[in-house]
């Protein structure tokens, strides 16, 4: 029986390039390894930043964005001891620190008025829940109406300076009076005109005081 050339020489072939690869070694250039940098690097600033980003290398060559929510009132006369950034700020603030402090007033008054009330008997429990119910009552009323006219008053004192385009203590004085109408509106005339009066006098005295600071 004969055998085929062909076969044998490939099998011949075949046989020897598995022999090579079996005895070959392959090995990678030392210069193409990239450094890994270690956790200690990173912590002593041995390593170079450069390397993170393509950016990181700019220095004082990049050009920062100018945020709007820093940039205060432009209405003429709207800058003063306490900057503002527009209506939406003395909205918030405005509203937030008169209802803090109405709580607070309003708190010390029911102190005061619970601790000085007569008891039938005199007893510190009572004496507690009778100071209680004191500050609850006073301090809920009263921050409740600050926080209102406080909401009242920025709004209507805003849409006057928008409308003027500037920002005066006469425009103060306008925006506390219609909130002191509309706070005792519906009261009657008398209550509301006294209310517009009173509150027309404490917004002069309030902006003359954040000018003048």
């Not at 993170?52 to 290398?57: N, T, V, W």
């Not at 203590?169 to 506390?176: D, H």
Request: net charge neutral; charged share 15%.
């Amino acid at each position: 029986m004969s055998q085929n050339p062909d076969s044998s020489s490939s099998s011949s072939s075949t046989s020897s390039t598995t022999d090579y690869l079996r005895s070959a070694s392959f090995s990678r250039p030392e210069s193409d390894v990239d450094h890994v940098a270690s956790a200690s690097e990173f912590l002593l600033g041995a390593y170079d930043p450069a390397k993170l980003h393509p950016l990181a290398d700019l220095g004082d060559k990049l050009d920062y964005l100018l945020l709007e929510d820093d940039k205060t009132n432009e209405i003429p006369g709207a800058n003063s001891a306490l900057p503002s950034r527009g209506w939406s700020d003395d909205l918030c603030y405005g509203t937030g620190t008169m209802y803090l402090s109405g709580l607070a007033l309003g708190g010390a008054w029911g102190v005061r008025e619970g601790a000085t009330r007569q008891l039938a008997v005199s007893n510190t429990r009572l004496r507690i829940n009778s100071i209680l119910n004191s500050v609850t009552r006073r301090g809920t009323f009263i921050g409740n109406s600050a926080g209102v006219l406080a909401l009242i008053y920025n709004g209507v004192n805003s849409s006057i300076d928008a409308a003027r385009g500037k920002h005066d203590i006469f425009g103060s004085m306008g925006a506390g009076g219609i909130t002191g109408a509309l706070y005792k509106s519906t009261a009657g005339v008398k209550p509301a005109l006294a209310a517009a009066t009173f509150m027309s006098a404490t917004a002069g005295i309030w902006s003359y005081i954040k000018r003048n600071l």
